[in-house]
Protein backbone atom coordinates (compact mmCIF):
# COMPACT_ATOMS: atom_id res chain seq x y z
CA UNK A 1 0.00 0.00 0.00
CA UNK A 2 0.84 3.29 -0.80
CA UNK A 3 0.98 6.58 1.71
CA UNK A 4 2.54 8.19 3.97
CA UNK A 5 4.17 7.37 7.31
CA UNK A 6 5.26 9.39 10.36
CA UNK A 7 7.15 8.84 13.65
CA UNK A 8 7.19 8.34 16.56
CA UNK A 9 3.25 9.14 16.82
CA UNK A 10 4.07 11.02 20.22
CA UNK A 11 7.32 12.69 21.09
CA UNK A 12 8.62 14.22 24.20
CA UNK A 13 11.30 17.08 24.50
CA UNK A 14 13.22 18.65 27.14
CA UNK A 15 14.15 21.65 27.29
CA UNK A 16 17.10 22.70 25.38
CA UNK A 17 16.71 19.45 23.30
CA UNK A 18 16.60 19.31 19.70
CA UNK A 19 14.14 16.26 18.59
CA UNK A 20 13.42 15.27 14.49
CA UNK A 21 10.24 13.77 13.34
CA UNK A 22 10.32 10.96 10.64
CA UNK A 23 8.54 11.69 7.47
CA UNK A 24 8.83 8.70 4.69
CA UNK A 25 6.47 8.28 1.74
CA UNK A 26 6.34 5.64 -1.00
CA UNK A 27 3.84 7.58 -3.29
CA UNK A 28 7.05 8.32 -5.41
CA UNK A 29 5.74 12.61 -5.15
CA UNK A 30 7.90 15.06 -6.10
CA UNK A 31 6.55 17.78 -2.90
CA UNK A 32 6.42 17.71 0.29
CA UNK A 33 5.49 19.44 3.38
CA UNK A 34 5.40 19.93 7.08
CA UNK A 35 2.18 21.70 8.80
CA UNK A 36 1.82 22.67 12.69
CA UNK A 37 -1.66 22.16 14.33
CA UNK A 38 -2.75 24.08 16.90
CA UNK A 39 -6.77 23.49 18.64
CA UNK A 40 -8.35 25.99 17.11
CA UNK A 41 -6.03 27.54 14.39
CA UNK A 42 -5.98 24.67 11.83
CA UNK A 43 -3.02 24.62 10.09
CA UNK A 44 -0.01 26.38 9.46
CA UNK A 45 2.86 25.82 7.13
CA UNK A 46 6.39 25.25 8.73
CA UNK A 47 8.64 24.16 5.35
CA UNK A 48 7.88 22.93 2.09
CA UNK A 49 9.95 21.14 -0.81
CA UNK A 50 9.29 20.54 -3.93
CA UNK A 51 12.31 18.63 -5.25
CA UNK A 52 15.30 16.60 -3.68
CA UNK A 53 18.33 18.75 -2.24
CA UNK A 54 15.77 22.18 -2.18
CA UNK A 55 13.37 23.57 0.38
CA UNK A 56 11.80 26.57 1.23
CA UNK A 57 10.50 27.90 4.34
CA UNK A 58 6.47 28.20 5.16
CA UNK A 59 4.80 30.93 7.52
CA UNK A 60 6.24 29.74 10.60
CA UNK A 61 9.73 28.20 10.20
CA UNK A 62 11.53 29.91 12.50
CA UNK A 63 12.77 27.45 15.18
CA UNK A 64 12.61 24.54 12.58
CA UNK A 65 15.06 22.97 10.39
CA UNK A 66 14.69 20.34 7.63
CA UNK A 67 16.72 18.07 5.16
CA UNK A 68 15.56 16.60 1.82
CA UNK A 69 18.67 14.07 0.92
CA UNK A 70 16.13 11.30 -0.72
CA UNK A 71 12.64 11.71 -2.66
CA UNK A 72 11.07 9.70 -0.25
CA UNK A 73 12.09 11.32 2.59
CA UNK A 74 11.37 15.07 4.41
CA UNK A 75 12.68 14.78 8.39
CA UNK A 76 11.60 17.93 10.64
CA UNK A 77 13.81 18.96 13.43
CA UNK A 78 12.45 21.18 16.15
CA UNK A 79 15.32 22.78 17.41
CA UNK A 80 15.81 24.41 21.00
CA UNK A 81 15.02 27.53 19.44
CA UNK A 82 11.08 26.96 18.88
CA UNK A 83 10.17 28.10 22.26
CA UNK A 84 6.26 26.52 21.87
CA UNK A 85 6.83 23.28 20.28
CA UNK A 86 4.10 21.45 21.86
CA UNK A 87 1.35 20.63 18.54
CA UNK A 88 0.45 18.21 16.21
CA UNK A 89 2.56 18.12 13.18
CA UNK A 90 1.23 16.63 10.57
CA UNK A 91 3.56 15.93 7.23
CA UNK A 92 2.12 15.99 3.59
CA UNK A 93 3.01 15.36 -0.43
CA UNK A 94 1.83 16.06 -3.38
CA UNK A 95 2.96 14.66 -7.12
CA UNK A 96 4.49 17.73 -8.33
CA UNK A 97 4.03 20.49 -5.45
CA UNK A 98 1.86 22.43 -7.79
CA UNK A 99 -0.97 24.39 -5.48
CA UNK A 100 -3.55 22.84 -6.95
CA UNK A 101 -2.76 19.22 -6.61
CA UNK A 102 -4.59 16.64 -3.53
CA UNK A 103 -2.28 16.91 -0.91
CA UNK A 104 -2.13 13.80 1.20
CA UNK A 105 -0.94 13.54 4.54
CA UNK A 106 0.53 11.09 7.07
CA UNK A 107 -0.80 10.36 10.35
CA UNK A 108 0.78 13.06 12.53
CA UNK A 109 3.69 12.92 15.54
CA UNK A 110 2.32 15.03 18.61
CA UNK A 111 5.18 16.72 20.54
CA UNK A 112 5.13 17.50 24.00
CA UNK A 113 7.43 19.08 25.51
CA UNK A 114 8.33 17.19 29.21
CA UNK B 1 -3.84 38.22 2.16
CA UNK B 2 -5.53 35.08 2.05
CA UNK B 3 -7.68 34.46 5.14
CA UNK B 4 -10.14 31.65 5.37
CA UNK B 5 -13.00 31.65 7.95
CA UNK B 6 -14.83 28.76 8.77
CA UNK B 7 -17.97 30.53 10.13
CA UNK B 8 -18.66 27.61 13.03
CA UNK B 9 -16.14 26.07 15.07
CA UNK B 10 -18.54 23.62 16.27
CA UNK B 11 -21.35 21.96 14.62
CA UNK B 12 -23.78 19.28 16.81
CA UNK B 13 -25.91 17.33 14.41
CA UNK B 14 -28.38 14.35 14.92
CA UNK B 15 -28.05 11.10 12.82
CA UNK B 16 -29.62 11.79 9.38
CA UNK B 17 -30.44 15.41 9.25
CA UNK B 18 -28.75 17.45 6.94
CA UNK B 19 -25.78 19.82 7.82
CA UNK B 20 -23.91 22.34 6.16
CA UNK B 21 -20.12 23.48 6.90
CA UNK B 22 -19.96 27.40 6.05
CA UNK B 23 -16.63 29.02 4.54
CA UNK B 24 -15.93 32.22 3.66
CA UNK B 25 -12.23 33.53 1.51
CA UNK B 26 -10.89 37.04 1.07
CA UNK B 27 -9.13 36.98 -2.29
CA UNK B 28 -9.29 39.31 -5.53
CA UNK B 29 -7.86 36.82 -7.50
CA UNK B 30 -9.08 32.96 -8.94
CA UNK B 31 -8.32 30.56 -6.35
CA UNK B 32 -8.60 27.26 -5.96
CA UNK B 33 -10.67 25.82 -2.80
CA UNK B 34 -10.55 22.63 -0.96
CA UNK B 35 -12.51 20.64 2.01
CA UNK B 36 -10.29 18.25 3.69
CA UNK B 37 -11.49 15.89 6.65
CA UNK B 38 -9.82 14.81 9.51
CA UNK B 39 -10.93 11.91 11.82
CA UNK B 40 -9.94 11.96 15.62
CA UNK B 41 -5.89 11.72 16.16
CA UNK B 42 -5.82 10.94 11.82
CA UNK B 43 -4.00 13.13 9.31
CA UNK B 44 -6.33 14.79 6.74
CA UNK B 45 -7.88 13.30 3.88
CA UNK B 46 -9.24 15.27 0.76
CA UNK B 47 -13.48 15.56 0.36
CA UNK B 48 -13.13 17.16 -2.37
CA UNK B 49 -12.18 20.28 -4.09
CA UNK B 50 -13.04 23.15 -6.38
CA UNK B 51 -10.67 24.08 -9.60
CA UNK B 52 -12.93 25.35 -12.02
CA UNK B 53 -15.89 24.63 -14.20
CA UNK B 54 -19.12 23.90 -12.89
CA UNK B 55 -19.40 25.74 -9.42
CA UNK B 56 -20.96 22.59 -7.49
CA UNK B 57 -18.08 20.07 -6.56
CA UNK B 58 -19.37 16.55 -5.63
CA UNK B 59 -16.86 14.55 -3.10
CA UNK B 60 -16.50 11.23 -1.36
CA UNK B 61 -19.22 9.92 1.18
CA UNK B 62 -21.78 12.38 0.04
CA UNK B 63 -20.49 15.28 0.52
CA UNK B 64 -21.19 18.56 -1.77
CA UNK B 65 -19.67 22.05 -2.21
CA UNK B 66 -20.76 25.00 -3.96
CA UNK B 67 -18.50 27.66 -4.81
CA UNK B 68 -19.49 30.78 -5.24
CA UNK B 69 -17.53 33.74 -6.75
CA UNK B 70 -19.78 36.71 -5.78
CA UNK B 71 -19.98 35.74 -2.00
CA UNK B 72 -16.47 34.23 -2.23
CA UNK B 73 -18.09 31.47 -0.61
CA UNK B 74 -17.50 27.20 -0.81
CA UNK B 75 -19.99 26.28 1.64
CA UNK B 76 -19.96 22.42 2.43
CA UNK B 77 -23.39 20.40 2.72
CA UNK B 78 -24.45 16.60 3.18
CA UNK B 79 -28.31 16.03 2.90
CA UNK B 80 -28.26 13.10 5.62
CA UNK B 81 -25.17 12.49 8.26
CA UNK B 82 -23.89 9.55 9.73
CA UNK B 83 -22.38 8.47 13.18
CA UNK B 84 -19.40 8.48 11.55
CA UNK B 85 -18.84 11.46 9.75
CA UNK B 86 -18.13 12.90 13.51
CA UNK B 87 -14.76 14.49 12.75
CA UNK B 88 -13.07 17.71 11.94
CA UNK B 89 -13.72 19.60 8.66
CA UNK B 90 -11.28 22.07 7.60
CA UNK B 91 -11.74 24.60 4.46
CA UNK B 92 -8.09 25.73 2.35
CA UNK B 93 -8.05 28.06 -0.32
CA UNK B 94 -4.71 28.63 -2.86
CA UNK B 95 -2.86 31.20 -1.54
CA UNK B 96 0.48 31.97 -3.77
CA UNK B 97 2.39 29.18 -3.73
CA UNK B 98 0.31 27.08 -0.70
CA UNK B 99 -2.67 26.28 0.85
CA UNK B 100 -4.34 28.58 3.70
CA UNK B 101 -6.62 26.38 5.96
CA UNK B 102 -9.27 27.53 7.92
CA UNK B 103 -9.32 26.84 11.67
CA UNK B 104 -11.69 24.11 11.02
CA UNK B 105 -15.49 23.32 12.05
CA UNK B 106 -15.53 19.87 14.40
CA UNK B 107 -19.21 17.91 13.45
CA UNK B 108 -20.35 16.15 15.92
CA UNK B 109 -23.04 13.86 15.19
CA UNK B 110 -25.55 12.54 17.68
CA UNK B 111 -28.18 9.28 17.50
Known amino acids: DGGITQSPKYLFRKEGQNVTLSCEQN?????MYWYRQDPGQGLRLIYYSQIVNDFQKGDIAEGYSVSREKKESFPLTVTSAQKNPTAFYLC?????????????FGPGTRLLVL | AQSVTQLDSQVPVFEEAPVELRCNYS??????LFWYVQYPNQGLQLLLK??????LVKGINGFEAEFNKSQTSFHLRKPSVHISDTAEYFCAVTHDYKLSFGAGTTVTVRA
Open chain 2, 50 to 55: YLSGST
Open chain 2, 27 to 32: SSVSVY
Open chain 1, 27 to 31: LNHDA
Open chain 1, 92 to 104: ASSIGGTVQETQY
